[in-house]
């Protein structure tokens, strides 16, 4: 384990066991429709890379920069720094997230990708930390529910440093405050 991590929540084989099963459910949701994954950079990275190898459909991909973070540990104010490259109007989009925490960033991006008309529009989260919730987000499908603390790991970061962590733990408030 990282010297930086308190504890492990989530381990590299209940990740991998969970992605498979969430891919299969995607598989059997979306069959016979051409599906679109629009991956919510840099978070959800791991989890998009791993969870389209798990969908037996043909899929195309895209993503997204959106933050409201940045260097802090507190939601602020909504940046988008790069959209999607493909006309979404008529398409199965499914968007694919590290965590719904607060809510306030999916939800305002499903109000700007619902003005664009897609035939359907759903969200895949790998965490969901309801405790912090602000703003309800529709979550279709959710890898694992987080208590409130500060987690790291399979693509989430804090200041740039753990995503490469192979599993969701938590970073020791020392490193953050």
Known sequence: MHKDIEKVLVTEAQLHDRVKELGRRITTDYAGKSLLLVGVLKGAAVFMSDLMREIELDVETDYLVVSSYGLHTEAGELTFSKDVSVDIAGRDVLIVEDMIDTGTTMHRLLEVLAERQPNSLAVASLLSKPARR?????????????????????????????????????????CYR
């Open 134 to 174: 602000e703003k309800e987000v529709e979550t279709r499908y959710i890898g694992f529910e987080v208590p409130n603390e500060f987690v790291v790991g399979y693509g989430l970061d804090f200041a740039e440093k753990y995503r490469n962590l192979p599993y969701v733990g938590v970073l020791h408030p020392e």
